[in-house]
């Protein structure tokens, strides 16, 4: 079965501080894509950043990179010089190449402390 | 360009009452998805609609159902709801069926039922 998990329900950071929050995946398909959403309590999801699993470079998109440990179906998200509009749900997701569905974790709570 | 607009935004339903939900697309978008999240939880894919046909259903029983109309808009129907149907329901939407292609959420739709 295809699972995604967070182990880090909630995670605090220092307002200029860096923070990595963790997601581990299990597939056994070789083609792949991973996200990471964060949900404010607006409640719309929001793209952070997007990995394939062919690209073996580290995505970054600003102050967001990843740590794409293909053989460890790791997937960490390293937020650096923290924000207050940070403070958010992060929700870790998996889909299979050439499918639609995202599976998603339980979610890490991140707040940021001024 | 608009979002993705859900409608209603909150609504507060009896047991065994029937609900639907709209989702309207960005503009040019073809695919539609839907996701049920339970508190506390991350996302659970529902459907996905592209083209107008349905191109994949979740672990949901029969009581949920949806449509894509002609114009990409999607109803999604629930019959005989349980308590355990309370949850936010959102709207995904993309220009294409795949995962390659980035997916923008609404803000959902929180059904109560009581």
């Known amino acids: 079965a295809q699972t995604v998990t967070q182990s880090q329900p909630e995670m605090s950071v220092q307002e200029a501080e860096t923070v990595t929050l963790s997601c581990t995946y299990d597939?056994?398909?070789?083609?792949?894509?991973l996200f990471w959403y964060k949900q404010p309590p607006s409640r719309q999801m929001i793209l952070v950043i997007r990995?394939?699993?062919?690209?073996?470079q580290n995505a970054t998109e600003n102050r967001f990179s990843v740590n794409f440990q293909k053989a460890a179906k790791s997937f960490s998200l390293k937020i650096s010089d923290s924000q207050l509009g940070d403070a958010a749900m992060y929700f870790c997701?998996?889909?299979?190449?050439?499918?639609?569905?995202?599976?998603f974790g339980t979610g890490t709570r991140l707040k940021v402390l001024a | 360009d608009a979002g993705v607009t859900q409608s209603p935004t909150h609504l507060i339903k009896t047991r065994g009452q029937h609900v639907t939900l709209r989702c309207s697309p960005i503009?040019?978008?073809?695919?539609v998805s839907w996701y049920q999240q339970v508190l506390g939880q991350g996302p659970q894919f529902i459907f996905q609609?592209?083209?107008?046909?349905?191109?994949g259903r979740g672990n949901f029983p029969d009581r949920f159902s949806a449509r894509q109309f002609p114009n990409y808009s999607s109803e999604l129907n629930v019959n005989a709801l349980l308590l355990g149907d309370s949850a936010l329901y959102l709207c995904?939407?993309?220009?294409?069926?795949?995962?390659?292609?980035?997916?923008?959420f609404g803000q959902g739709t929180r059904l109560t039922v009581v």
């Open positions: 995904a939407s993309s220009k294409d069926r795949g995962a390659n292609t980035e997916a923008f």
């Open positions: 597939t056994s398909e070789s083609d792949y894509y």
């Open positions: 990995q394939e699993a062919y690209k073996q």
């Open positions: 997701a998996y889909t299979p190449s050439g499918t639609y569905k995202y599976i």
């Open positions: 503009s040019g978008h073809k695919s």
């Open positions: 609609y592209y083209e107008k046909e349905e191109r």
